[in-house]
């Protein structure tokens, strides 16, 4: 249990830094699809949250939606959430200092894209098996826009141990930082 809890206080402490003095919030985005147990916890919480679909289909799909919460290092849903979701691909994080409302507009505008036949498809981008391979191979402008109005993403590694961090440079490049804790 010691390890368990040094490692999820090593994350704690990676996406909580006390080195940057422009550290904007911590943001989750949960597909609550992943497991039966993450909407009710996302319903109960007290958190600033919301859900990225909307009208009908945010309703209709209400239970298996990807949602955007606010998480505060001391809060008990972030604890929760650490303890019980990690290794489990239940979602990535982000960094920003953005508004919430324009955090939620720029993570909605991810949710479709289109493939070489014309085809609209729904893009999980929120899956940390997905962010981690796609943000690699995105081109600059591809950088731009994923980051825009992020500073920072964080997922969990190929390695139950391991939080990978992505940041884009001023001159758009992109900087993967893995980091075994």
């Known amino acids: ?14 996406l909580w830094s006390r080195d940057r003095q422009d550290q ?16 009710p916890k996302l ?24 949602y955007l919460i606010e998480l505060d290092e001391d809060d008990p849903f972030t604890q929760w959430l650490l303890d019980q979701g990690w290794g489990k691909s239940w ?7 953005a508004t919430f409302v324009g955090l939620r ?4 505008s991810f949710l479709r894209v289109t493939d070489e036949d014309a085809k609209t498809l729904f893009f999980r981008y929120y899956d940390p098996r997905v962010l981690r391979v796609f943000l690699p191979t995105c081109d600059r402008e591809q950088i731009e826009t994923m980051f ?3 500073s920072r993403y964080y997922a969990e590694g190929k390695n139950e141990k391991q939080l990978i961090e992505f940041v884009c440079t001023e001159q758009s490049k992109l ?7």
């Open 175 to 181: 900087i993967e930082n893995a980091v075994n804790l």
């Open 91 to 97: 979602g990535i994080f982000a960094e920003s200092t």
């Open 105 to 108: 507009s720029h993570f909605r």
């Open 24 to 39: 904007g919030k911590i943001y989750a985005i949960l597909d609550a699809a992943r497991d039966n147990v993450i909407y």
């Open 43 to 66: 319903a109960e919480s007290d958190n600033k949250k919301v859900c990225l679909l909307m009208g009908a289909q945010a309703r209709e799909l209400a239970t298996v939606a990807p």
């Open 1 to 14: 249990m010691s390890d368990s809890n040094d490692f999820l206080n090593a994350v704690k402490r990676m």
């Open 148 to 150: 825009g109005e992020v």
